[in-house]
């Protein structure tokens, strides 16, 4: 099973705000990564970290890799109808462990 | 570059059935990992394969099985379907294995089991 533990579970938002979410594990990652799902497809790549501490921008897109490597957190800036999905965080040592993802609607 | 494809899409099989799931990695990737995708469990690591071998397996019984060729493309294999394979089967493809690897996924196969 998974053992990332992402929040929250779900986000009901207005176009415009912005949105947080994070995941934390027990376990130390040598990597984070980002993951955006949409119905029916397979999760696309957004934003990948692979050092403690780093901060990395793609776009509306901000994540950060937690000094600790237990952590890491995903920031939307202003958000647009497109953003919606299922967002996943994804910890990497050896092989590959997901959080259970964090479902984002944005109302118009 | 053309992205990870996977055929097919979409498979109907009934309990007691095999089933064959081929993935193509994005040229030039040596590695690709398989998962399991459902509502209750989420996205669970079956195994990963880097040059034609087995680098690491997840928690799943010997019914999952797969291989790799030498053009890196990938068949996953489970034989005596159960109720609970019905699932969306993903494989992800890296340059190589291990650490500081970004993984891109292919769009999946939707495998129901009836």
């Known amino acids: 099973g998974q053992q990332l533990n992402q929040s929250p579970q779900s986000m009901f938002i207005q176009e415009g705000e912005d949105v947080s979410m994070n995941c934390t594990s027990s376990?130390?990652?040598?990597?984070w990564l980002w993951y955006k799902q949409d119905p029916g497809e397979g999760p696309v790549l957004l934003i990948a970290?692979?050092?403690?501490?780093e901060l990395t921008s793609n776009g509306r897109l901000t994540a950060q890799f937690g000094i600790t490597r237990k952590d890491s957190f995903l920031n939307i800036s202003a958000s647009i109808p497109s953003d919606v999905g299922i967002y996943f965080c994804?910890?990497?040592?050896?092989?590959?462990?997901f959080g259970a993802g964090t479902r984002l609607t944005v109302k118009p | 570059k053309a992205g990870v494809t996977q055929t097919p899409r979409y498979l109907i099989k009934t309990r007691g059935q095999q089933v064959t799931l081929s993935c193509s990695p994005i040229?030039?990737?040596?590695?690709v990992s398989w998962y399991q995708q459902t509502p209750g469990q989420g996205l669970q690591f079956l195994f990963e394969?880097?040059?034609?071998?087995?680098?690491n397996k997840g928690n799943f019984p010997g019914r999952f099985s797969g291989r790799q060729f030498s053009n890196s493309r990938s068949e996953m294999n489970v034989s005596t379907l159960e109720l609970g394979d019905s699932a969306l089967y993903l494989c992800a493809s890296s340059r190589t294995s291990g650490r500081d690897n970004e993984q891109f996924f292919g769009p999946g196969t939707r495998l129901t089991v009836l």
């Open positions: 040229s030039g990737h040596r590695s």
């Open positions: 970290l692979y050092k403690a501490g």
């Open positions: 394969y880097f040059s034609e071998t087995q680098r």
């Open positions: 376990s130390i990652f040598n990597t």
């Open positions: 994804a910890g990497q040592l050896n092989d590959m462990r």
